[in-house]
Protein backbone atom coordinates (compact mmCIF):
# COMPACT_ATOMS: atom_id res chain seq x y z
CA UNK A 1 0.00 0.00 0.00
CA UNK A 2 1.61 3.26 -0.76
CA UNK A 3 1.72 6.66 1.56
CA UNK A 4 -0.79 8.38 -0.63
CA UNK A 5 -3.37 5.14 0.68
CA UNK A 6 -2.58 5.49 4.21
CA UNK A 7 -3.23 9.62 4.12
CA UNK A 8 -6.50 9.53 2.07
CA UNK A 9 -9.49 11.36 3.91
CA UNK A 10 -11.05 8.01 4.95
CA UNK A 11 -7.84 6.99 7.00
CA UNK A 12 -8.58 10.56 8.67
CA UNK A 13 -12.23 9.58 9.23
CA UNK A 14 -11.93 6.37 10.33
CA UNK A 15 -9.59 5.81 12.90
CA UNK A 16 -9.50 8.72 15.40
CA UNK A 17 -12.39 6.37 16.97
CA UNK A 18 -9.68 3.74 17.68
CA UNK A 19 -8.46 6.56 20.43
CA UNK A 20 -11.90 7.25 22.33
CA UNK A 21 -11.50 3.46 23.90
CA UNK A 22 -11.00 4.81 27.01
CA UNK A 23 -12.98 7.95 25.82
CA UNK A 24 -15.90 7.18 23.90
CA UNK A 25 -18.31 6.15 26.94
CA UNK A 26 -17.51 9.52 28.75
CA UNK A 27 -18.09 11.60 25.97
CA UNK A 28 -21.48 10.24 24.40
CA UNK A 29 -22.38 10.74 27.99
CA UNK A 30 -21.57 13.71 27.69
CA UNK A 31 -18.76 13.92 30.02
CA UNK A 32 -21.44 14.19 32.80
CA UNK A 33 -21.73 11.73 34.68
CA UNK A 34 -11.01 -26.37 30.21
CA UNK A 35 -7.90 -24.63 28.70
CA UNK A 36 -6.77 -21.71 26.53
CA UNK A 37 -8.37 -21.53 22.84
CA UNK A 38 -6.38 -22.47 20.59
CA UNK A 39 -5.09 -19.96 18.82
CA UNK A 40 -4.15 -21.20 14.91
CA UNK A 41 -6.27 -23.72 12.70
CA UNK A 42 -6.41 -24.81 9.24
CA UNK A 43 -8.64 -21.71 8.44
CA UNK A 44 -5.46 -19.60 9.48
CA UNK A 45 -3.18 -22.18 7.68
CA UNK A 46 0.35 -21.56 6.18
CA UNK A 47 -0.26 -17.50 7.02
CA UNK A 48 -0.93 -18.16 10.71
CA UNK A 49 2.21 -20.06 11.06
CA UNK A 50 4.56 -17.36 8.96
CA UNK A 51 3.20 -14.42 11.22
CA UNK A 52 4.02 -16.48 14.15
CA UNK A 53 2.25 -16.66 17.54
CA UNK A 54 3.11 -14.64 20.79
CA UNK A 55 2.60 -15.16 24.93
CA UNK A 56 0.52 -12.98 26.76
CA UNK A 57 1.06 -14.41 30.21
CA UNK A 58 0.17 -18.10 29.24
CA UNK A 59 -1.92 -17.18 26.73
CA UNK A 60 -1.23 -18.15 23.08
CA UNK A 61 -2.06 -14.91 20.18
CA UNK A 62 -1.19 -14.13 17.35
CA UNK A 63 1.48 -11.66 16.83
CA UNK A 64 -1.11 -9.14 15.42
CA UNK A 65 -4.41 -8.70 16.52
CA UNK A 66 -7.00 -6.73 15.81
CA UNK A 67 -9.31 -4.01 17.68
CA UNK A 68 -13.24 -4.42 16.64
CA UNK A 69 -14.01 -0.87 18.11
CA UNK A 70 -15.47 0.75 15.15
CA UNK A 71 -16.93 -1.60 12.72
CA UNK A 72 -20.58 -0.44 14.25
CA UNK A 73 -19.98 3.16 13.40
CA UNK A 74 -16.96 5.64 13.17
CA UNK A 75 -17.78 8.72 15.17
CA UNK A 76 -20.99 9.56 15.40
CA UNK A 77 -22.46 9.80 11.93
CA UNK A 78 -20.65 7.07 9.56
CA UNK A 79 -21.96 3.71 9.71
CA UNK A 80 -19.72 1.13 8.05
CA UNK A 81 -21.52 -1.56 6.00
CA UNK A 82 -22.02 -4.61 8.20
CA UNK A 83 -21.34 -7.37 5.66
CA UNK A 84 -17.59 -5.65 4.63
CA UNK A 85 -17.13 -5.81 8.60
CA UNK A 86 -17.77 -9.58 8.77
CA UNK A 87 -15.50 -10.19 5.58
CA UNK A 88 -12.61 -7.61 6.87
CA UNK A 89 -13.01 -10.23 10.03
CA UNK A 90 -13.04 -13.37 8.65
CA UNK A 91 -10.54 -12.30 6.32
CA UNK A 92 -8.10 -11.07 8.85
CA UNK A 93 -8.56 -14.54 10.78
CA UNK A 94 -7.72 -16.49 6.81
CA UNK A 95 -4.24 -13.76 7.15
CA UNK A 96 -2.93 -15.18 10.26
CA UNK A 97 -4.39 -12.80 12.92
CA UNK A 98 -6.20 -15.00 15.58
CA UNK A 99 -6.61 -12.19 18.57
CA UNK A 100 -9.67 -9.65 18.46
CA UNK A 101 -10.80 -7.29 20.52
CA UNK A 102 -13.73 -5.96 21.46
CA UNK A 103 -15.47 -5.05 24.59
CA UNK A 104 -19.18 -4.51 25.61
CA UNK A 105 -18.74 -0.29 25.58
CA UNK A 106 -18.61 -0.46 21.43
CA UNK A 107 -21.92 0.18 20.06
CA UNK A 108 -22.57 -0.68 23.21
CA UNK A 109 -22.96 -4.51 22.70
CA UNK A 110 -23.05 -3.85 18.50
CA UNK A 111 -19.30 -4.65 17.88
CA UNK A 112 -19.75 -7.96 20.02
CA UNK A 113 -22.76 -8.69 17.37
CA UNK A 114 -20.48 -8.40 14.61
CA UNK A 115 -17.40 -10.16 15.91
CA UNK A 116 -19.77 -12.77 16.99
CA UNK A 117 -21.09 -13.44 13.40
CA UNK A 118 -18.33 -13.16 11.78
CA UNK A 119 -15.84 -15.62 13.67
CA UNK A 120 -18.82 -18.21 14.13
CA UNK A 121 -17.74 -21.01 12.30
CA UNK A 122 -14.30 -20.87 12.86
CA UNK A 123 -14.27 -19.49 17.05
CA UNK A 124 -12.30 -22.25 18.47
CA UNK A 125 -9.01 -21.30 16.81
CA UNK A 126 -9.48 -17.70 17.98
CA UNK A 127 -8.81 -15.47 20.73
CA UNK A 128 -11.88 -13.31 21.83
CA UNK A 129 -11.58 -10.47 24.22
CA UNK A 130 -14.13 -8.55 25.93
CA UNK A 131 -14.06 -5.70 28.79
CA UNK A 132 -16.66 -4.99 31.33
CA UNK A 133 -16.58 -1.41 33.68
CA UNK A 134 -18.70 1.33 32.31
CA UNK A 135 -21.96 1.40 33.54
CA UNK A 136 -24.10 0.36 31.19
CA UNK A 137 -27.43 -0.99 31.07
CA UNK A 138 -27.63 -4.64 30.43
CA UNK A 139 -30.65 -5.00 28.81
CA UNK A 140 -30.88 -1.90 26.55
CA UNK A 141 -27.29 -1.31 26.41
CA UNK A 142 -27.79 2.51 27.20
CA UNK A 143 -24.61 4.16 28.55
CA UNK A 144 -25.06 5.51 32.13
CA UNK A 145 -23.14 8.33 34.29
CA UNK A 146 -19.85 6.30 36.27
CA UNK A 147 -18.39 2.99 35.91
CA UNK A 148 -19.65 -0.46 37.85
CA UNK A 149 -17.74 -3.43 38.35
CA UNK A 150 -19.67 -4.48 41.34
CA UNK A 151 -19.23 -8.45 41.46
CA UNK A 152 -23.15 -9.49 40.59
CA UNK A 153 -22.94 -6.94 37.73
CA UNK A 154 -19.51 -8.46 35.97
CA UNK A 155 -21.55 -11.72 36.19
CA UNK A 156 -24.82 -10.67 34.22
CA UNK A 157 -22.60 -8.36 31.84
CA UNK A 158 -20.35 -11.34 30.98
CA UNK A 159 -23.89 -13.70 30.64
CA UNK A 160 -24.95 -10.82 27.85
CA UNK A 161 -21.14 -11.26 26.29
CA UNK A 162 -21.53 -14.54 25.46
CA UNK A 163 -24.73 -14.34 24.33
CA UNK A 164 -23.52 -11.97 21.51
CA UNK A 165 -20.72 -12.91 21.04
CA UNK A 166 -22.16 -16.49 20.39
CA UNK A 167 -19.68 -18.77 22.76
CA UNK A 168 -19.51 -20.36 25.72
CA UNK A 169 -16.20 -18.51 27.04
CA UNK A 170 -14.49 -15.52 27.24
CA UNK A 171 -10.70 -16.41 26.39
CA UNK A 172 -9.50 -12.69 27.46
CA UNK A 173 -12.01 -10.66 29.93
CA UNK A 174 -10.10 -6.86 30.43
CA UNK A 175 -12.13 -4.58 33.40
CA UNK A 176 -11.82 -1.30 31.20
CA UNK A 177 -11.50 1.00 33.74
CA UNK A 178 -10.93 0.70 37.63
CA UNK A 179 -13.88 1.66 39.59
CA UNK A 180 -12.83 3.66 42.43
CA UNK A 181 -16.06 2.66 44.59
CA UNK A 182 -14.94 -1.60 44.33
CA UNK A 183 -12.21 -2.93 45.65
CA UNK A 184 -10.11 -5.25 42.88
CA UNK A 185 -10.22 -8.10 45.27
CA UNK A 186 -13.64 -8.37 44.80
CA UNK A 187 -13.31 -7.30 41.24
CA UNK A 188 -10.91 -10.46 40.78
CA UNK A 189 -13.22 -12.91 42.79
CA UNK A 190 -15.93 -12.40 40.62
CA UNK A 191 -13.70 -13.09 37.87
CA UNK A 192 -12.15 -16.31 39.76
CA UNK A 193 -15.87 -17.43 40.26
CA UNK A 194 -16.07 -16.98 35.97
CA UNK A 195 -13.38 -19.11 35.58
CA UNK A 196 -13.86 -21.46 37.89
CA UNK A 197 -17.72 -21.97 35.77
CA UNK A 198 -15.25 -21.92 32.02
CA UNK A 199 -17.17 -18.32 31.23
CA UNK A 200 -13.83 -16.71 31.49
CA UNK A 201 -10.67 -18.04 30.52
CA UNK A 202 -8.28 -15.22 31.28
CA UNK A 203 -8.41 -11.52 33.20
CA UNK A 204 -6.55 -8.39 32.56
CA UNK A 205 -6.96 -4.75 33.04
CA UNK A 206 -7.07 -1.48 31.35
CA UNK A 207 -5.31 2.02 32.13
CA UNK A 208 -5.03 0.71 36.13
CA UNK A 209 -3.04 1.84 38.82
CA UNK A 210 -0.27 -0.02 39.51
CA UNK A 211 -1.04 -0.93 43.14
CA UNK A 212 -4.28 -2.11 42.25
CA UNK A 213 -2.61 -3.97 39.17
CA UNK A 214 -0.24 -5.52 41.90
CA UNK A 215 -3.19 -5.93 43.84
CA UNK A 216 -5.63 -7.88 41.14
CA UNK A 217 -2.68 -10.04 40.56
CA UNK A 218 -1.93 -11.61 44.11
CA UNK A 219 -5.53 -11.97 44.40
CA UNK A 220 -6.66 -13.87 40.23
CA UNK A 221 -3.62 -14.26 38.10
CA UNK A 222 -3.51 -11.74 35.29
CA UNK A 223 -2.89 -12.38 31.79
CA UNK A 224 -2.63 -9.03 30.19
CA UNK A 225 -2.47 -5.53 30.70
CA UNK A 226 -4.08 -2.83 27.86
CA UNK A 227 -2.83 0.59 27.63
CA UNK A 228 -2.75 2.81 25.22
CA UNK A 229 1.27 2.78 23.75
CA UNK A 230 2.77 3.73 20.49
CA UNK A 231 5.37 5.97 19.54
CA UNK A 232 3.18 9.00 20.33
CA UNK A 233 2.28 7.88 23.95
CA UNK A 234 5.47 6.20 25.69
CA UNK A 235 4.08 6.77 28.96
CA UNK A 236 4.06 3.20 30.36
CA UNK A 237 7.61 2.59 29.34
CA UNK A 238 8.27 4.20 32.72
CA UNK A 239 6.31 1.95 35.09
CA UNK A 240 3.85 -0.18 33.54
CA UNK A 241 5.74 -1.80 31.28
CA UNK A 242 8.11 -2.59 33.30
CA UNK A 243 5.70 -3.96 36.42
CA UNK A 244 4.36 -6.15 33.79
CA UNK A 245 7.62 -7.54 32.97
CA UNK A 246 8.39 -7.89 36.82
CA UNK A 247 5.09 -9.95 36.74
CA UNK A 248 4.69 -12.01 34.01
CA UNK A 249 1.81 -10.27 32.69
CA UNK A 250 1.70 -9.64 29.00
CA UNK A 251 1.05 -6.11 27.54
CA UNK A 252 -1.55 -4.79 24.44
CA UNK A 253 -1.36 -1.55 23.38
CA UNK A 254 -4.35 0.23 22.21
CA UNK A 255 -4.40 2.80 19.56
CA UNK A 256 -0.86 2.27 18.51
CA UNK A 257 -1.01 4.40 15.36
CA UNK A 258 -1.57 6.70 17.59
CA UNK A 259 -5.15 7.14 16.27
CA UNK A 260 -4.00 7.25 12.80
CA UNK A 261 -1.19 10.06 13.43
CA UNK A 262 1.80 7.78 12.52
CA UNK A 263 0.49 6.32 9.22
CA UNK A 264 0.72 9.85 8.09
CA UNK A 265 -3.32 10.63 8.18
CA UNK A 266 -2.74 13.89 10.32
CA UNK A 267 -1.07 16.60 8.71
CA UNK A 268 -0.72 20.48 9.47
CA UNK A 269 -3.83 21.48 7.50
CA UNK A 270 -6.39 18.66 8.83
CA UNK A 271 -9.26 19.95 10.26
CA UNK A 272 -11.09 17.28 12.61
CA UNK A 273 -14.51 16.54 12.69
CA UNK A 274 -17.27 17.59 15.43
CA UNK A 275 -16.97 14.69 17.54
CA UNK A 276 -13.78 13.41 16.24
CA UNK A 277 -11.90 13.49 19.90
CA UNK A 278 -8.70 14.09 17.89
CA UNK A 279 -9.60 17.74 17.92
CA UNK A 280 -9.78 18.20 21.32
CA UNK A 281 -6.96 16.36 22.87
CA UNK A 282 -3.90 19.09 22.74
CA UNK A 283 -1.67 16.74 21.00
CA UNK A 284 -3.20 17.69 17.95
CA UNK A 285 -3.59 21.19 18.37
CA UNK A 286 -2.38 23.39 15.72
CA UNK A 287 0.71 24.70 18.31
CA UNK A 288 1.87 21.05 18.96
CA UNK A 289 0.81 19.31 15.96
CA UNK A 290 3.73 20.92 14.04
CA UNK A 291 6.43 19.85 16.38
CA UNK A 292 4.69 16.16 16.61
CA UNK A 293 4.72 15.75 13.34
CA UNK A 294 8.17 14.47 12.93
CA UNK A 295 7.70 11.35 13.95
CA UNK A 296 5.32 10.80 11.05
CA UNK A 297 8.37 12.07 9.04
CA UNK A 298 10.70 9.26 10.78
CA UNK A 299 7.96 6.48 10.12
CA UNK A 300 7.67 7.41 6.40
CA UNK A 301 11.77 7.57 6.20
CA UNK A 302 11.62 4.50 7.99
CA UNK A 303 9.22 2.97 5.77
CA UNK A 304 11.43 3.75 2.86
CA UNK A 305 14.15 2.05 4.26
CA UNK A 306 12.29 -1.06 4.99
CA UNK A 307 10.64 -1.42 1.93
CA UNK A 308 7.33 -1.22 3.90
CA UNK A 309 4.55 1.34 5.33
CA UNK A 310 4.29 4.00 8.00
CA UNK A 311 1.89 1.97 9.96
CA UNK A 312 3.99 -1.38 9.35
CA UNK A 313 6.77 0.73 11.08
CA UNK A 314 4.73 1.92 13.56
CA UNK A 315 3.46 -1.48 14.55
CA UNK A 316 7.04 -3.50 14.12
CA UNK A 317 8.25 -0.85 16.48
CA UNK A 318 6.11 -1.85 19.45
CA UNK A 319 6.78 -5.49 18.87
CA UNK A 320 9.88 -4.94 18.67
CA UNK A 321 10.14 -3.16 22.57
CA UNK A 322 9.21 -6.81 23.86
CA UNK A 323 8.46 -10.11 22.74
CA UNK A 324 5.20 -10.06 24.67
CA UNK A 325 3.81 -7.27 23.25
CA UNK A 326 0.64 -7.18 20.95
CA UNK A 327 -0.82 -4.46 19.18
CA UNK A 328 -4.05 -4.51 18.42
CA UNK A 329 -4.74 -1.79 15.73
CA UNK A 330 -8.86 -1.39 14.40
CA UNK A 331 -9.63 -0.92 10.49
CA UNK A 332 -12.56 -0.55 8.82
CA UNK A 333 -10.97 -1.00 5.41
CA UNK A 334 -9.54 -4.15 4.14
CA UNK A 335 -6.71 -2.59 2.66
CA UNK A 336 -5.98 -1.16 6.08
CA UNK A 337 -6.23 -4.75 7.79
CA UNK A 338 -4.01 -6.49 4.97
CA UNK A 339 -1.21 -3.60 5.31
CA UNK A 340 -1.56 -3.80 9.15
CA UNK A 341 -0.99 -7.48 9.63
CA UNK A 342 1.84 -7.23 7.45
CA UNK A 343 3.82 -5.56 10.25
CA UNK A 344 4.52 -8.84 11.14
CA UNK A 345 7.21 -9.29 8.50
CA UNK A 346 8.94 -6.21 9.27
CA UNK A 347 12.04 -6.95 11.47
CA UNK A 348 14.68 -4.74 12.81
CA UNK A 349 18.10 -5.73 13.24
CA UNK A 350 19.72 -4.89 16.99
CA UNK A 351 21.25 -1.69 15.74
CA UNK A 352 18.13 -0.56 13.95
CA UNK A 353 16.51 -1.25 16.64
CA UNK A 354 19.05 0.57 18.75
CA UNK A 355 18.72 3.86 16.15
CA UNK A 356 15.40 4.00 16.10
CA UNK A 357 14.87 3.74 19.41
CA UNK A 358 17.34 7.05 20.19
CA UNK A 359 15.57 9.02 17.06
CA UNK A 360 11.91 7.86 19.04
CA UNK A 361 13.15 9.02 22.16
CA UNK A 362 14.55 12.22 20.95
CA UNK A 363 10.99 13.78 19.40
CA UNK A 364 9.10 14.49 22.89
CA UNK A 365 5.66 14.99 21.84
CA UNK A 366 3.68 18.10 23.26
CA UNK A 367 0.32 18.03 24.10
CA UNK A 368 -1.58 15.63 26.36
CA UNK A 369 -3.25 12.58 24.91
CA UNK A 370 -6.56 13.06 26.13
CA UNK A 371 -8.40 15.58 27.56
CA UNK A 372 -8.39 15.45 31.60
CA UNK A 373 -11.78 14.72 32.01
CA UNK A 374 -10.99 11.54 29.96
CA UNK A 375 -7.67 10.99 31.58
CA UNK A 376 -9.36 10.93 34.84
CA UNK A 377 -10.16 7.31 34.42
CA UNK A 378 -7.14 6.22 33.97
CA UNK A 379 -4.03 5.54 36.33
CA UNK A 380 -6.88 5.18 39.03
CA UNK A 381 -6.56 2.57 42.66
CA UNK A 382 -9.47 0.87 43.46
CA UNK A 383 -10.28 1.00 47.35
CA UNK A 384 -8.65 -1.25 50.10
CA UNK A 385 -10.47 -4.31 50.85
CA UNK A 386 -12.08 -4.08 54.33
Known amino acids: MT ?7 NRRNLLAAAGSLAAAPLLVNGMASQASAQTTGSGAGAAAQARGTRMLGNLEVSSIGMGVQNMHRTYTTLVPHRPEMLNILRTAFDNGITFFDCAEAYGPHEDERILGEAIESFRDEVVITSKF ?7 TGKRLPGLNSRPEHIKLAVEGMLGRLRTDRIDLLYQHRVDPEVPIEDVAGAIQDLMNEGKVLHWGLSEMGLDTLRRAHATTPVTAVQNEYSMLWRGP ?8 EELGIGFVPWSPLGVGFLTGAIDAATAFAPGDIRGIETRFAEENRAHNLALVELTKSWAERKQATPAQIALAWLMAQKPWIVPIPGTTQMAHMLDNAGATEVNFTEAELTELNAAVSAIEVQG ?13 EAPAKN
Open 3 to 9: DENRTGI
Open 133 to 139: GWNIDLE
Open 237 to 244: EAEVIPTC
Open 368 to 380: QRLPDAVLAYSDV
